[in-house]
């Protein structure tokens, strides 16, 4: 058994390597996307980084939009990919640049392998107010200004007849779910309806999977150390952005306050006790310590250079 990792690189290329690095295992998979936004040079070094190492690969360049489809998109492309590259993996794991494992991989697989089943992954019933916000309106992708704007209302909910689901972009997520995501027809309506949703990566799946034959699978934990630096109430600290008013309509822009705080070195004692696999975000700017001594204290990693 094993596990199937997709991640997503635009920057930083010393900190994407040790990232790798640090999750490698010979029988898991290993799929990067490199942003096309992102230099050329440094998706170029990271080819030639990891290019003798046959379990790992790179998904097609594509651009993607924050809070836009484009980023449930890449999701599903990298689950086709992988689904036809090994037989073995059980469960699909996303993670950024900026994320570092806290648990070491034998730690992983053996928990994943013994919950094949199961999906890990932050789901939440959506209100009215934040339903209306999500759905209201027809969100469509800006590449140029790089976010989503608005370009009408609609109904809310119109076309998914479903409840709405919501919560974090971050999951575990089993070989037989990503499957039916990708496979499966009844997915097309999900489809149809989230390419014009704002946000849509952090209700896609959550409401696929709550509202099919996979409910009973779900495990509201996705084992991630996140802490956000001010959840906002009304979101439930889920949806990290603010809608404004532009001359063109309504606008999407991040919201600061709901974005995760910098993990550093006097974290690690909570990090050896939360339940989680996964942390972020880190920056070596900020605090290039701590990923040394997660290194040593929780992954049994030599730091680098030693």
């Not at 013994?114 to 209201?136: H, K, W, Y």
């Not at 409840?163 to 995501?181: I, K, Q």
């Not at 975000?281 to 990923?291: Q, S």
Request: a negative charge; glycine letters at 6%; hydrophobic letters at 40%.
């Amino acid at each position: 058994m094993s596990a199937a990792y997709f991640i997503l690189l635009h920057h930083r290329f010393e900190q994407a390597v040790r990232m790798v690095e640090a999750l490698w295992h010979p029988d898991n998979v290993y799929l990067i996307h490199v942003d096309q936004k992102a230099d050329d040079a440094f998706a170029g070094s990271l080819a030639e980084r990891f290019s003798k190492l046959s379990n790992v690969r790179f998904l097609p360049r594509r651009r993607v939009v924050w809070g836009g489809y484009s980023l449930v998109q890449v999701h599903l492309d990298a689950m086709s990919v992988l689904l036809e590259w090994d037989s073995r993996w059980t469960h699909f794991v996303n993670l950024s640049g900026q994320d570092y494992p806290v648990r070491p991989q034998s730690k992983i697989m053996e928990f994943l392998a013994s919950n094949a089943p199961m999906n890990f992954i932050e789901a939440r019933p959506v209100d009215d107010g934040v339903a209306q916000l999500l759905t209201g309106y027809l969100w469509e992708e800006d590449p140029q200004k790089g976010t989503v704007v608005n370009r009408g209302k609609r109904q809310p909910l119109s076309g998914l007849d479903c409840p709405l689901f919501s919560g974090s972009g971050w999951h575990m997520l089993s070989r037989d779910f990503c499957r039916h995501v990708c496979f499966d027809r009844t997915m097309n309506r999900f489809v149809k309806f989230f390419r014009r949703v704002v946000a849509s990566d952090e209700a896609f799946f959550q409401t696929a999977l709550l509202n099919g034959e996979f409910r009973d699978t779900h495990v509201n934990h996705p084992f991630r150390f996140i802490e956000l630096q001010a959840p906002d109430a009304a979101y439930g600290g889920g949806i990290l952005a603010d809608i404004r008013e532009t001359d063109e309509g309504m606008e999407l822009k991040p919201n600061q306050r709901n974005h995760p705080r910098t993990i550093v070195s006097d974290d690690l004692e909570r990090l050896k006790g939360y339940p989680a696999f996964f942390a972020r975000k880190f920056d070596p700017e900020v605090d290039a310590r701590i990923l040394d001594l997660i290194d040593g204290e929780l992954l049994d990693l030599k730091a680098p250079g030693n």
